[in-house]
């Protein structure tokens, strides 16, 4: 076999792989970041500072739009006189560009308020863009919309 086609061959198997190693880490980024949604100081960590949210407002402040929800949060769990738990489910669709990911899923999610029925909360449409820095993936942009129906 020739040489140069047999290093093609191995490389692009290799890129392959290494390509479906960085969608598996970004899935892994993706429920890690899901799961803290009950804690958001930890989840913050997630983030790039200069993240864009949009859901449904535009914020391109992430530590005011961060200081925005643990105040939404705080007084939610005020009213209710407790924290509640969040059960968040992903389906996900992944595409890695390099040190750049995208990922595309449907977000489920059921508010668990204590001493109150669950609250399942509509499905969304939640698109992130993720960029590595030092081996590390951060959140740097954040669309979400309603699922909607075609009725």
């Known amino acids: 076999m020739n040489r140069k086609l047999l290093v093609l061959m191995l490389a692009t198997l290799l890129g392959s792989a290494a390509l479906a190693d960085d969608a598996d880490d970004v899935m892994a980024f993706i429920e890690r970041y899901a799961q803290l949604e009950s804690d958001l100081d930890t989840q913050e960590n997630l983030i790039r500072a200069d993240r864009v949210q949009i859901a449904p407002t535009r914020w391109t402040n992430n530590a005011a739009y961060m200081e925005w929800q643990k105040r939404e949060r705080a007084h939610r769990e005020a009213v209710s006189g407790a924290a509640a738990d969040w059960l968040v489910q992903i389906e996900s669709m992944i595409r890695v560009y390099g040190d750049t990911a995208v990922a595309s899923f449907i977000r489920r999610q059921m508010i668990m308020p204590p ?8 499905p969304l449409w939640q698109t992130v863009v993720l960029v590595r820095e030092k081996g590390e993936w951060g959140i740097a942009h954040t669309h979400v919309s309603p699922v909607g129906s075609w009725n």
């Open 115 to 122: 001493n109150a029925a669950p609250i399942f909360a509509d």
